[in-house]
């Protein structure tokens, strides 16, 4: 099993609706965990960290960390079709010296 | 705040030659990694630096990559002799130790095409 393990899609919601992104990770990692946005031809784009079980808002933004369940979500409230992008949950290992990234989730915001 | 400063942004060279990328973190901040990406691979981390001084170069795929931190405010990664599979985008990322450690900070990358 892979550190940190992300559903590449794509997936599709209508403008408006809510976007659920997910995470699985492995014993391998600590708990603190990040999601990264990246445009197309752009750079990954810290937009949430959370290191503690339950949820975190942030705006439209919500975290949620489940460790019982070793998985972290990425909810996004009313998406916009500038939402569309790739989704990449990463997570730190022990003494943060390394960072271990999902293979991204596709996330396409259709008008 | 200036965010971190890569260069090239576009490198084209043809196999056999020496390619040097460089980085420059943000300011203050302690740790650098270098990635690469690419279709079929993701993000691979290629090796990361605290205090200037490599910590974990497990990454590097061979002896043909390799990476110097001389200074705070100054990175590189070479690659000598590049072959076409080098071909791919490498980012430069820099993270505070303190308070918001563990959030990384990408530089544009540099996207190599080697042929």
């Known amino acids: 099993q892979k550190e940190v393990e992300q559903n590449s899609g794509p997936l599709s919601v209508p403008e408006g609706a809510i976007a659920s992104l997910n995470c699985t990770y492995s014993?391998?990692?600590?708990?603190?965990f990040f999601w990264y946005r990246q445009y197309s031809g752009k750079s990954p784009e810290l937009i949430m960290s959370?290191?503690?079980?339950g949820d975190k808002e942030d705006g439209r933004f919500t975290a949620q960390l489940n460790k019982a369940s070793q998985y972290v979500s990425l909810l996004i409230r009313d998406s916009q079709p500038s939402d569309s992008a790739t989704y990449l949950c990463?997570?730190?290992?022990?003494?943060?010296?390394?960072?271990?990234f999902g293979s991204g989730t596709k996330l396409n915001v259709k008008p | 705040d200036a965010g971190v400063i890569q260069s090239p942004r576009h490198e084209v060279t043809e196999m056999g030659q020496e390619v040097t990328l460089r980085c420059k973190p943000i300011?203050?901040?302690?740790?650098l990694f270098w990635y690469r990406q690419t279709m079929m691979r993701g993000l691979e981390l290629l090796i990361y630096?605290?205090?200037?001084?490599?910590?974990?170069d497990s990454g590097m795929p061979e002896d043909r990559f390799s990476a110097k931190m001389p200074n705070a405010s100054f990175s590189t990664l070479k690659i000598q002799p590049s072959e076409p599979r080098d071909s791919a985008v490498y980012f430069c990322?820099?993270?505070?130790?303190?308070?918001?450690?563990?959030?990384?900070?990408f530089g544009e990358g540099s996207r190599l095409t080697v042929l």
């Open positions: 990322a820099s993270s505070p130790d303190r308070g918001r450690a563990g959030e990384l900070f």
């Open positions: 014993d391998r990692v600590s708990q603190s």
């Open positions: 959370i290191y503690s079980n």
């Open positions: 990463a997570a730190a290992g022990y003494n943060f010296n390394k960072f271990y």
């Open positions: 300011s203050g901040h302690n740790s």
């Open positions: 630096f605290n205090n200037n001084v490599p910590i974990d």
